[in-house]
């Protein structure tokens, strides 16, 4: 069975040639793009090996090189992490029980000609090409020539936002409303027209206190790269649950999923269920019926949805069950998963008799990250335990500036937030180092500015346990003052006028406002980043812009066509995209079957469709689907 995606409504995969490998003798097919474990696993065998003392199935999990559990023997090298390996090609690939033999040690240790180490030298290092690192070098090349250099131990800078293929919240500034892939690419860019020194494919090894420098593997040969400054920005890792054989193959972290599907295009099961009902799991969700998902479930501990309701939303608009107060229970499977099953909870304890099997050959795991601190507590950063900002974090002031005062960090290295926040810290601490080095009062303003910026992002009711952790880490009461406690609870707000109708599902504290800017007319408006829209429908014309713009999907308008249809203007993300004329299901925002609807036009590049309605229905319409899959 061909286990990769060729059909996705916003990705194409460029899979390059294709190539041959040698898998326990058997020759299997890949594409040069593909790592070793996603290859393995479009071909669909799961089990990449089995644990050294139990001899249990072991599977991928994390997809980024993080958690071992897809260690394999490739070319006779044992304890590969086959997630980040390249399949090449003639590969030899091997399955380990127990310990591997040593077989080739000597000719794999990374040497340098002449027994010499490439040495460089910079003002400031910057380790991790996500979105918070590249803010970082983005920050400091703008405002200084300090010699910048920028590391990363994948091909690609980018970090998380690569395998983002929602749009992002926030204003125009943060790029609210480009796809996490768009931003990406975005970044890049503007980095590639630095001077910034980018280093890829680079691995760090450590950091060595005698003269203060990191040694790095790159281009499989050892280098030192030596800073004034170090700022760490090395992201987070997913967390782990405990339940009965957690360990099967097609037990996935939620970024791990993300990175094999939609940066791999490689679809791993048909039938899903993922624990936990923050933003990642709701928007998981999402991508995996995007990806071609058939049935997916989300399980949630606590009794209300973790995330943002506009993302609960458009899930609920394709029937996808949220069950509160329900969390996994076992892994059923052999070598794999085969189902799961899941129990009620009552004030967090199981409901004896609630136990039910679910239909899974897949389980995602999205209950929270926890921040990457291993190279700062090897640098000697002194670390705590605040849980609110993700476990085991580094000590560190407002300024991001660790016990050890040449190295500064950023991100969710320094604890869990949005990725909008990530961008923004990054920013901040690239101005910070910038300042020390090369005192400008310029950098002081603009630090200023974005200081207040990330303020109002950690103001509303969903950062409420980030001003709680900040409050242990800096002393309570410095930044709690602009908490508001309020969490609505989701629901739609209509606005009528001149035969038209807008829905807003949208009614949460959340950091965004692209609606603002989309509208031409000046009919929407906020008054604070994180309240709620309101819109005047005697300025509106109906033109129908905030619907495509809107990044939670959370905006439809409905006209009245004065007989006995409505035109309803809605967003649409899926594949295959509806053509005009087409003949469709009309959903509500449960996706409950409510009648029958005619495409009016769509407009793909907008991800936009209108369709006609009977008038009866027209208010209760959210979401479409074709005929054929009803
Ligand atoms: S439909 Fe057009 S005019 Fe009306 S609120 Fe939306 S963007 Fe503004
Ligand atoms: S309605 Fe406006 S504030 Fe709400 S998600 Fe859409 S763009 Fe953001
Ligand atoms: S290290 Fe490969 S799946 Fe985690």
Redesign the pocket.
Known sequence: MDRRIWNHPLLSFERGKEVTFNFEGRPLNGYESEDVASCLIANDQNVLGWSKNLDRSRGYFCGIGKCSSCLMTIDGIPNVRSCTTPVKEGMIVERQHGNPKVTQEMEHIPQSPNGEIKELTYDVIIVGGGISGISAALGISAFTPLKVALVDDSPHLGGQLLKQTHKF?GSSEEYAGSRGTEIAKILSCEIAKTDVDVHLDCQVLGYYDSGGYLLVLEDEKLAILRGRRYIVATGAYENMLLFESNDLPGIFGAGGLQTIMNLKGVLPGRKALIVGSGNVGLILAYQMLQAGVEKVTIVEAMGKVGGYG?HSQKIERFGVPILLNHTIKRAIGKDRVEGAEIVALDKGAEVPGSERVLDADMICLAVGLTPDVRLLQQMGCECRFIKELGGWIVNHDREGRTSMKNVLISGDASSIEEATTAMLEGKISGLRVAMDLSPDANLLGEIERLETRLGEFRSGPFSEKIRAGMGDLFGRGETDENGDDRREEAFERSYEGGGRTIV?A?SQS?P?????DACPKGA?T?DSLTS??EVDMEKCSGCGL?VS????L??FLVRDLRDGRSLITLPYEMYPFPEAGEKVILLDRNGKKIGFGEIKSSLKEKFLIRVFAPNSLAHRVRNIMGVQDG
């Open positions: 919240f506009v807003l949208c959340i965004c406002d692209p609606c603002v929407i906020k709620p829209p905030c713009e809107c990044p939670g959370a905006i």
